[in-house]
């Protein structure tokens, strides 16, 4: 089945720092969501991205579909920008999203 | 903005027991989903489910699970005999079409001891 590889696994930085997070999948791919889980356990939806760039706030995302990765950036973080990262991709011919190992994320203040 | 709701919020059962998981979709989501997340660990696929049929399951979906969409409205994940390795947080997904953005409930934790 499909690999979906994030990197870094694990990351700190200081308060206003810029970071980008890198989600890397193994076979094509008709979707692309980002999602942050808050220290509550929440999925919170950033960016549904299957293509292209978008920009929601101090959050990007870029999705290089025929090259099989995206990114997301943060720019001037925050200690609520802590948590867990995960990007889910929709496999092409199939009925579910996989999700990719996750990038924890602590910022400090 | 509309939500997915799941309840319970926490559940804690005895391993052998049953316990259903509900899961109220937004009104006009079509498709889906059952995930799992064992403490610290990734999301899992468990299911999805689109006009009252499994489109796919994964291997963690086996005989002990089965979901439903009883009332038209509530979508539940039931788990016919509980076992530790069980314990996990359950989200709810759902999405208007097929490969259109996941929309997750706030999870139920389920702890089986």
């Known amino acids: 089945g499909i690999q979906v590889e994030q990197s870094p696994p694990d990351l700190i930085l200081q308060e206003g720092a810029n970071s980008t997070l890198r989600c890397n999948f193994s076979?094509?791919?008709?979707?692309l969501q980002w999602f942050h889980q808050n220290p509550w356990g929440q999925l919170i939806n950033l960016f549904y991205i299957p293509s292209g760039t978008k920009q929601n706030g101090r959050l990007s995302a870029t999705t290089v579909a025929t090259e099989r990765y995206s990114l997301l950036y943060i720019s001037s973080s925050q200690t609520t920008d802590s948590g867990v990262y995960f990007c889910?991709?929709?496999?092409?011919?199939?009925?579910?999203?996989?999700f990719g190992t996750g990038t924890r994320l602590k910022v400090l203040a | 903005e509309p939500e997915v709701t799941q309840t319970p919020s926490h559940q804690v059962t005895q391993m052998g027991q049953e316990v259903i998981l509900r899961c109220v979709p937004i009104?006009?989501?079509?498709?889906f989903y059952w995930y799992r997340q064992i403490l610290g660990q990734k999301v899992e696929f468990l299911v999805s489910f689109y006009n009252n049929e499994i489109s796919e399951k994964s291997e963690i979906f086996d005989d002990q699970f089965s979901v439903e969409r009883p009332d038209g409205s509530n979508f539940t994940l039931k788990i016919r005999s509980t076992k530790l390795e069980d314990s996990a947080m359950y989200f709810c997904a759902t999405a208007r079409a097929d490969s259109s953005p996941l929309h997750f409930g706030n999870g139920t934790r389920l702890t089986v001891t």
């Open positions: 009104s006009n989501h079509l498709y």
């Open positions: 889910a991709v929709h496999v092409s011919g199939t009925y579910k999203y996989i």
């Open positions: 076979d094509s791919v008709n979707n």
